[in-house]
């Protein structure tokens, strides 16, 4: 079984390179393009071998990802509540350039590889590698031979390491997102994963974007 992995179009918190977290936050203009281009990439795929299912966080920039994707290839859109991105407590909501000055003791902590500290009012790494692993190993058990599963560079990236660990070559070779100490999905990339395994055939891929 396939799955592609979606990352959610630009976001206007991606603009403004605020924390999101948990928030919910709309598109940006450049995110709805985006959307309608893994859009055409999905129907291109499902026309040579059609995707069962479509999966998404609730939260809209990736809800409204997902839902162009549905839109294309005609499939329903099912929404899972532990597909969300990290709740990032006290930081959701604030610009990443103020985070050291208004909370330096938990930036301190966080940035310290302590993958067990949990953000003040939110989750760990640890948390969030945990949950992510088991809502991809829950949809592989479907009875599908594919599916597209939209959600957020924190919760994707943080499931993988989990799953395939931290010293696969691709990614142990991949960029850091900053601050975050995981890998960089960029917006509206596709990676994806083969089950049984998990084998990953594809990493971060925008070959599908227009620039």
């Not at 103020?98 to 310290?112: C, I, K, N």
């Amino acid at each position: 079984m396939l799955q592609y992995l979606v990352r959610h179009g630009q976001s206007v918190s991606n603009v403004e390179e605020r924390v999101q977290g948990q928030e919910d936050v709309a598109l940006s203009e450049l995110g709805r393009r985006q959307a309608q281009e893994v859009a055409a990439w999905a129907g291109r795929v499902h026309a040579a071998s059609p995707i069962a299912e479509i999966w998404s966080s609730p939260l809209c920039r990736a809800r409204d990802t997902a839902a162009a994707i549905a839109t294309r290839i005609a499939r329903p859109l099912q929404i899972e509540d532990d597909l969300c991105e990290l709740h990032a407590g006290v930081f959701q909501g604030h610009l990443w350039a103020d985070l050291e000055v208004l909370f330096p003791a938990a930036v301190a902590r966080w940035q310290s590889g302590d993958v067990t500290y949990r953000i003040p009012g939110g989750e760990s790494r640890a948390d969030l590698a945990a949950r992510g692993r088991v809502m991809l190993e829950k949809l592989a058990g479907r009875d599908v031979p594919s599916m597209v599963v939209v959600a957020h560079g924190g919760i994707l990236t943080a499931a993988l390491g989990s799953l395939l660990g931290p010293d696969h070559p691709v990614l142990a070779s991949a960029a850091m997102r900053p601050f975050t100490k995981l890998p960089a999905l960029d917006n509206a990339s596709v990676t994806v994963l083969e089950w049984p395994g998990p084998v990953l055939h594809r990493f971060n891929d925008t070959d599908h974007l227009g620039g």
